[in-house]
Each structure stands twice: as C-alpha cells, then as structure tokens.
C-alpha cells in the first residue's frame, strides 16, 4: 500500500484546509478498513487526529480527538482512493506535519467502547505534509 498526501501549506489561523491522502497499490482495499490522520509537531510523539473504519452495513465510524472536534472532519471518497481531512478554524496549534495511515481491519463489528482502531497501530503510512498556521 502507497500512500500520498497533499494540501500542505501555509494557512491564517480561522481558516480552512483541505488534506488530501491518495491510497494505492494491490493491498489496499476497501472492503475492510481502518485510516487515519496523524500530526506530528517536533520533539512530541505523534497523535491521532482522526480516524475512519467501515463497519457493517457499509457504512464508516469516525473518530476525532477532543481538539480538533467540530472543526475537522474526514471522509473518504471510495472512487478515487481519496481520504480526506477537511479543517477550518485553524489554530496556530495545529501547526504540524500530518500524515495518513491504514491497516485493514476485518471486524466490521468492532466495539465503539474501544475507541478509535487507529491508536492500535497502522500497517501503512505516508510520509507527511506540512500545515502552518499564522497569525
């Protein structure tokens, strides 16, 4: 599995930003599926951002960590391997570099009291896109 992502720049802290993480390669599928979004500032460990996995009924599970929720969302857009991190009101916290990760994850009935499939380790990764944010 390859991943790619795009959309870095440079941003005005109460503006949006569109992360784009294209997905290829004979592994990837997505009849099974946990991805996610991660950031990275330097000298801190990376943290999840958010998170999406289909579950039954091929519908998908999204997770969000506590500081960016309400603000970004992800989505996937199955016709063109696409995985998507839509943020707005960007802060100058959000200064990082953000990467996507995969793993599949063939229990459609994982237990939401689990949490996000994604802190349990990804398979895959991109090598990251740098957002900045200014005052």
């Known amino acids: 599995v390859q991943l790619v992502e795009s959309g870095a720049g440079s941003v005005q802290a109460g503006g949006s930003r569109r992360l784009a993480c294209a997905a290829s390669g004979p592994e990837f599928t997505w009849s099974d599926y946990a991805i996610g979004w991660f950031r990275q500032v330097v000298g801190k460990e990376r943290e999840e951002i958010s998170c999406?996995?289909?579950?039954?009924?091929?519908?998908?599970?999204?997770y969000y960590h506590d500081s960016v929720k309400g603000r970004f969302t992800i989505s996937t857009d199955k016709d063109k391997n696409l995985i998507y991190l839509d943020m707005s009101g960007l802060k100058f916290e959000d200064t990082a570099t953000y990467s996507c990760?995969?793993?599949?994850?063939?229990?459609?009935?994982?237990?939401?009291?689990?949490?996000?499939?994604?802190?349990?380790?990804?398979?895959?990764w991109g090598t990251g896109v740098q957002v900045t944010v200014f005052s």
């Open positions: 999406i996995m289909r579950v039954l009924g091929d519908d998908e599970a999204t």
């Open positions: 990760g995969y793993r599949e994850l063939p229990d459609l009935r994982w237990p939401p009291e689990y949490g996000s499939p994604c802190q349990y380790g990804l398979d895959y």
